[in-house]
């Protein structure tokens, strides 16, 4: 598990610890020590924490004027036991929300799985954005991890699944992200 990152072919247009903006901002890394772990194991230092002990995350991306944010995760999602969608939610959601994002994208691949609680936080996400165009997709989760967000039907709140299983983010500038997501969305539709 160290040895995966957070994708960083983007860093030249955006890093989280230099956005005024983000609740990562001013954060410093130790390239040398491994201090952050997940059941034992050890994960590259460049991942943020914000409050789960199993779910870590880097922002990859903001664009406070297009009003959106693309965000990698890696671990466990436990909502059941250590309520981390309220973590994410108010300590990293709700800051980029305050400053006009209405538009989450959310790289799940990292995402070993998924412990549902209820839909309350994510229908509350959902309610702050969707008046201004906004939406929530999580691109690349694995299918059990969908099928745990399903069973819980947080479907009605996040786009995942389907269309958005498969996609290779990685080689689409960040700036063209949004619009291929979207473009997945109105197909998902038809």
């Not at 800051?95 to 209405?102: A, P, T």
């Not at 549902?116 to 929530?136: F, Q, R």
């Amino acid at each position: 598990m160290q040895d995966i990152e957070p994708f960083y072919n983007w860093r030249h247009w955006y890093t989280s610890e230099e956005d005024e903006n983000s609740p990562f901002y001013q954060r410093e890394y130790n390239e040398f020590e491994y201090t952050n772990t997940i059941y034992n194991y050890f994960i590259h230092p460049q991942w943020d924490e914000f409050g789960s002990p199993t779910l870590y995350l880097k922002v990859l991306f903001a664009d406070y004027v297009k009003q959106y944010v693309i965000i990698e995760f890696i671990g466990e999602w436990n909502d059941c036991i250590t309520n981390d969608i309220m973590f994410l939610k108010r300590d990293v959601v709700d800051e980029f929300i305050l400053h006009g994002i209405n538009k989450f994208i959310l790289i799940g691949e990292n995402v070993l799985n998924f412990h549902n609680s209820d839909s309350d936080y994510y229908e509350e996400w959902y309610d702050d954005i969707k008046d201004n165009n906004g939406w929530i997709v999580a691109l690349n989760l694995r299918e059990h991890v969908v099928a745990e967000m399903r069973a819980i039907h947080l479907d009605h709140y996040i786009n995942l699944g389907d269309n958005f299983t498969d996609v290779d983010w990685r080689l689409v500038k960040p700036q063209y992200l949004p619009k291929l997501v979207e473009s997945l969305m109105v197909k998902a539709l038809k």
